[in-house]
């Protein structure tokens, strides 16, 4: 006897990367966080907030940041307007939102296969049924992430993908998303590292959503913050959706304080961009077998070393990555480009082990 939902019973639920509390020793190359401290400006806002006080409830709509983020992404989308925005307590909670609209219990939502875990979680609280379409070896799409499939009500894509790092070119997108019955978000969660994104796509096709956090490439995992770009008729549905006051007046002017601050955002960007093509000349070097990433974080695997075993001798040696066991594909290590110091330390570490 359950007091829960069979759906729920049955359901494993998203595991995160592990997140050791405290002082920590770790060096912690598992969960794609910025190594560097997000902007001095944001301690600045949420001290100015606090000075003024918390009584009150924040913004339902966080419009000082929908405001403010249009002026960042009009150079990609001229279309845009603070209508085209919705905030999120995190881009989990954006995904969240979009899939509890979209997706009932009985219907299909599909997402490529490896990719971020979390779609399965959120499609399962729903009840929903999952359509998983594996990535080409060369990590594109073919065109049966679009076919017709009974039900399907949404479709996933990571891009740059997680754990890969790969991005499927916009144009192509476009072409999956004109063909698909239905809507697709574009998760966008690392997008500042790659070289182009699909926020074009928004204005030519309804179906089309991008999704982008602060989590990342603004460092700020620890606020949660994120946000989505779809057509104003699209948000108008999603509004009514998501939680009253998902976004705390903390978080709201935390991320307008790091969105205004871009020389930050140039620099670690940057910064980022060098060390990791650092780690994957040095990872080749060591033997591994690497894919070219468009992400902070790389993938890859070693020929003559277990994945598996490579990341408990690493943990054993004070060093987390991620190690990720899909079915239907393979495992393989998921390493977070960190501080050159934290790099350098990983490497030698490494080195010790593989040769
Ligand atoms: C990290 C991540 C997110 C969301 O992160 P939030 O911290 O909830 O904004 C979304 N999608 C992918 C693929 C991610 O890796």
Redesign the pocket.
Known sequence: MTYFRPNIVAMEGYTPGEQPQGASKFIKLN??ENPYMCSPHVKSAVGRVCQAGLHKYPDPLATAFRVQVCELLKKDLPEVTPEWILC????????TIVTRALVDSGDTLRYPNP??V?YKSLADIQGANIDVVNFQPDWSLDKDFAAPCERLKLAFI?NP??PSGTLVPPEQIAQLADALPCPCLV?E??VDFADTNCLSLVAKNDKVMV?R????SYAL?GL???FLVAQPHIIRELVKVKDSYNCDSLAIAAACAAIADQAWFAETRAAILATRARLGESLRSLGFTCVESQANFIWCEHPSHASKQLYQDLKDSGVLVRYMDYAKWGDGLRITVGSDEQIDAFLAILQGLVT
């Open positions: 969960t794609n999120g307590n995190g881009s989990d909670d954006i995904l990719s971020y979390l990571a993908n997680s998760d969660a690392y999704s956090t602060l989590s990342k995992a949660r913050f994120g």
